[in-house]
């Protein structure tokens, strides 16, 4: 037999024991678990875990007894079983713990909608006066001098020197002269003509804002006043003064405005989409920036029937009292409109829910450690709640914290589940409700924790090729981190089984060149890392 002969058995032999190996490695496993499976299903008793609703499943129990809403007995659900309902994961307690999961009842609440925006203080218009005068004359005398004064209803503000005044109260003395002069007549015609001869008189000086008091003062006294002393109709501040001492005034002339501030509007700017909340008789709240913690309280008066294009905003106005009147005209405040949504609506927190832009999801638990995402239908989100219009019923808990990780596992257990099945139907999935034996732990807890690292970066073919080189011991002896490149090698060969056979049979030949020549064949600094964490395992 020559040299090139022997060379070519060899090479043969090599490739064919290279082969097998790579086989042993990559099914072995299964063939175990498939024997493993067998064998706990036989010798494993039925253990009760909880106890459901027959009619409303998601209703469950600890101890057996009667359902709530239906008094019918509940049943109980045993290990294996629990697993069959599609999209249910469960969870060992300690996990659940370790990621602090928080469960809470689903409840029903009145949902009140906080609409929160900026408004402008502005004067209450209904409460505005202009002091005119109704004669032509000159400022003799000014009681309010400045603006921003606050006067009283009834107190004095100006007097104004008019000759025709003048002339109107000598003309109602003469009248009340001729009436007296008269009253012993027998005409009742003359009688008649001085009696509408002083109401006629007396009309002309009440059309000219004088006042009841000061006719009286006239008729008493007998003496004309030169000048003419105008009152402020109401209580508030003068905001306008058009007079100064010796100013010449004319008829119809607006000499002061003098508005009250005891009540204020507040104008606020609304967006569109919000506008289906607001409503007239709605309440208000203002907090004030210079009064920490202060908080006044009014309520919507009227909704503007037009938009401003600027801003794409309807504007508001709001109605408040003032007491102390810290609501200053001009003055920016922040409003919060409070819009009751529902009386008694079925509600879950805001952080509960997992927005994925397509879809909304709330995960709920379903007890002993089971839990399932759930796609749901909201409504309204008010004041950190959302309402729930499909999807979740009442008794119901659910996960308000840590439901990502719980909702990612379960998506991730869906996609491992189809791999498996497609790829190899003799490989058991834990969707199926198996149990197995894996040294000390169950399939169960060793899959979560291959899931949880399934968040990691995927090997590479090349690198999976090495491990299932490298790892020569059983995956029940290796760590947890190890297991879990194992397991992703072992998948990925019923992926690309070619390619890692190929890449196999490299990197073979790459441990053996530097097994016998380690100076002269060297590896790459990945291959050279996993070569270190295979002296580890």
């Given amino acids: 037999m020559n040299k090139k002969t022997i060379i070519l058995v060899m090479l043969i032999s090599f490739v064919s024991l290279s082969v097998g190996y790579f086989v042993a490695l990559v099914f072995h496993p299964y063939l175990k678990n498939q024997s493993d499976i067998s064998h706990v299903s036989v010798k494993t008793e039925r253990k009760i875990l909880y106890f459901k609703d027959p009619m409303h499943p998601w209703i469950t129990s600890d101890k057996p007894g009667k359902a709530p809403d239906c008094g019918m007995d509940l049943v109980p659900v045993y290990e294996g079983e629990e697993g069959m309902e599609e999209g249910v994961i469960r969870i060992d307690p300690t996990i659940v713990q370790n990621i602090g999961v928080k469960i ?38 000014l009681y ?18 008019s000759p025709e005044l003048v002339t109107a109260q000598e003309e109602y003395l003469r009248a009340i002269n001729y009436k007296e002069s008269v009253s012993g007549s027998k005409d009742p015609y003359i009688i008649d003509g001085a009696n509408q001869l002083v109401e ?9 804002d004088i006042t ?6 006239l008729e008493n006294t007998k003496q004309v006043r030169k000048t003419l002393v105008f009152y402020s109709p109401v ?6 003064r058009n007079v100064f001492l010796g100013t010449k005034v004319a008829q119809g002339m607006n000499l002061m405005k003098i508005v009250d501030l005891s009540t204020v509007w507040i104008y606020a700017d609304v967006y569109e989409y919000e506008l289906p909340w607001v409503k007239v008789g709605e309440e208000a709240e203002v907090e004030l920036s210079y009064i920490p913690g202060k908080i006044l309280k009014g309520k919507i008066v009227y909704i503007y029937p037009f938009l401003q294009p600027e801003t794409r905003t309807v504007k508001v106005r709001l109605e408040f009292e003032n007491p102390g009147y810290l609501l200053k005209p001009d003055m920016y405040v922040n409003v919060n409109i409070k819009s009751k949504v529902a009386i008694d609506a079925l509600v ?14 709330v995960v709920v638990a379903l007890g002993g450690g089971r839990f399932k995402s759930v796609d749901v239908k909201l409504g309204v989100l008010a004041d950190g709640y959302y309402q729930v219009l499909e999807g979740l019923h009442e008794n119901q808990n659910i996960v308000t914290s840590s439901h990502f990780l719980i909702d990612s596992e379960s998506n991730l257990k869906t996609a491992l589940a189809g791999l498996t099945q497609q790829y190899d139907g003799s490989m ?48 029940n002896a290796l760590s947890l981190d190890n297991q879990n ?26 441990v053996l060149r530097y097994l016998l020549d380690p100076q002269e064949h060297s590896f790459s600094q990945s291959l050279c890392s996993l070569l270190s964490q295979s002296v580890l395992l």
């Fill in 428 to 475: 058991v999935s834990e969707t199926k409700g198996y149990k197995q034996k894996s040294g000390n732990k169950t399939a169960d807890e060793e899959i979560k924790l291959k899931e949880h690292k399934g968040h990691e970066i995927p090997l590479s073919t090349q690198e999976a090729a090495l491990w299932l080189l490298l790892s020569s011991k059983q995956p």
């Fill in 144 to 161: 309010v001098d400045y603006t921003g004064k606050f006067v009283r209803k009834g107190e004095p503000l100006f007097e104004v020197y």
């Fill in 212 to 217: 009841e008091e000061q006719i009286k003062e």
């Fill in 348 to 361: 879950v927190p805001e952080q509960s829910v997992i927005r994925t832009g397509k879809r909304d999801v």
């Fill in 200 to 208: 006629s008189s007396r009309k002309r000086l009440l059309y000219w």
């Fill in 104 to 141: 809470e009842p689903i409840k029903r609440m009145k949902l009140t909608k906080t609409i929160r925006t900026v408004g402008k203080v502005d004067y209450d218009e209904t409460k505005i006066a202009v002091v005119t005068t109704k004669i032509s004359g000159w400022i003799e005398k």
């Fill in 485 to 510: 490149k194992l397991y992703q090698a072992q998948l990925l060969t019923l992926i690309h089984p070619i390619e890692l056979l190929s890449l196999f049979y490299q990197q073979f030949q790459y």
């Fill in 235 to 240: 209580d508030g501040v003068v905001i306008e």
